[in-house]
């Protein structure tokens, strides 16, 4: 059966949404972690959930084995990730329509990363260029499936500058993405700035901000620098503080998570998306479901 889509759920909300994303695992044992997670995260109940897709390999078969578990399970709506890396028009029209033919009916259109060691994406010689010219190719061969797209509060690696990447997000917007997630961020400033700007650009579609809860000082600065989120200082001083303590990192990120979260819901946001990163720790803290009323 054809899943609701969700840009029908962000217009019907009365109240602002939860959705977590999950990556597809290598193996069996990461399958088996992914499954136990998202039993334990059901009572949560998640508005929707989405499916990253690998850069290569056989993990990118696995993003809808995973959406296909993952409703099974009872995570409904799914979003399948796609992204246009080393992938030609022709095959990226199987994946849509194998991910349309299984009821699903929710993609986030990418670009996807340069593979590791190259610093420019390049596309494939009968790919596509960039996301919006994803988010056409969808909605022309399955003008039912609702793409989502991806914003960058702090701006994205490559672009120009600020403007032109809002201008490209524009595009893609126009080209129908209906929503868009953002890349994490840690000061929620940056969002507002952002959110700001989009609507003075014309672009009236819901904003979702994306969070990641820190689990240690390394993961924060790793994250950080590969998507140029800044650092709020004083994260940095609380985790250098925790040193090796492990637990206690962890609860300090939740902590500034839920900080995170409650001013986001104070701003009137349409919906949080947690990357979970296939954990449940962080989204089962008694503190981030009270946010949510769970
Ligand atoms: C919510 C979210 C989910 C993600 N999920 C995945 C995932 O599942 N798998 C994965 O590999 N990666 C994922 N990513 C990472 C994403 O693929 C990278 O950030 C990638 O570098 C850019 O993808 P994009 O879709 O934003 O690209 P684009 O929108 O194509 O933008 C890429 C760059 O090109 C510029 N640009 C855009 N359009 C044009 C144009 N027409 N002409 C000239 N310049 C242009 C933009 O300003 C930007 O600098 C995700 C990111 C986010 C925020």
Redesign the pocket.
Same mark, same amino acid.
């Given at each position: 059966m054809a899943q609701k889509l969700i840009s029908e759920l962000l217009a019907e909300a009365r109240r602002p949404l939860l959705s977590y994303?999950f990556f597809p695992p290598k193996d069996d044992t990461g399958m088996d972690k992914l499954q136990r997670v998202a039993e334990e995260l059901k009572p949560t109940k998640p508005d929707f959930v989405t499916v /990253?897709? @690998? !850069?290569g390999g056989s993990t990118r078969a696995r993003t809808l084995q995973v959406c296909e578990y993952l409703r099974e399970a009872g995570h409904t709506p799914v979003m399948h990730?796609l /992204?246009c #890396?080393g992938t030609s028009r022709e095959e990226l029209g199987d994946i849509v329509d194998r991910v349309y033919e299984s009821g699903i009916r929710n993609i986030? !259109? *990418?670009? @996807?990363?340069p593979p590791k060691g190259e610093s420019r994406?390049r596309p494939h010689p009968g790919g596509l #260029?960039? !996301?919006?010219d994803l988010v056409h190719f969808i909605k022309k061969r399955h003008p039912d499936i609702c793409c %989502? #797209?991806? @914003?960058?509060p702090e701006t994205?690696?490559? !672009? *120009?500058s600020p403007e032109?990447?809002i201008f490209? *997000?524009k595009?893609?917007v126009d080209a129908g993405g209906a929503f868009i997630? /953002?890349?994490l961020f840690y000061d929620n400033k940056s969002f507002y700035d952002f959110v700001r700007k989009c609507r003075d650009w014309g672009i009236r579609a819901p904003i979702i901000p %994306?969070l990641l809860p820190p689990i240690s000082l390394k993961q924060l600065r790793r994250m950080a620098a590969m998507c140029q989120a800044s650092l709020p200082p004083s994260l940095v001083r609380d985790l250098e503080k925790a040193g090796d303590d492990a637990e206690n990192a962890e609860t300090i990120g939740i902590d500034w998570t839920v900080r995170q979260i409650k001013d986001l819901l104070k701003h009137d946001v349409p919906a949080v998306?947690l990357y979970i990163l296939n954990r449940s720790k962080a989204a089962l803290a008694p503190a981030v479901k009270e946010c949510f009323g769970r």
């Open positions: 994303e /990253t897709f @690998g !850069a990730h /992204t #890396v986030m !259109a *990418l670009r @996807g990363d994406f #260029v960039h !996301a919006n %989502g #797209v991806a @914003g960058y994205h690696q490559e !672009a *120009l032109s990447d490209y *997000l595009d893609k997630t /953002t890349q %994306g998306h």
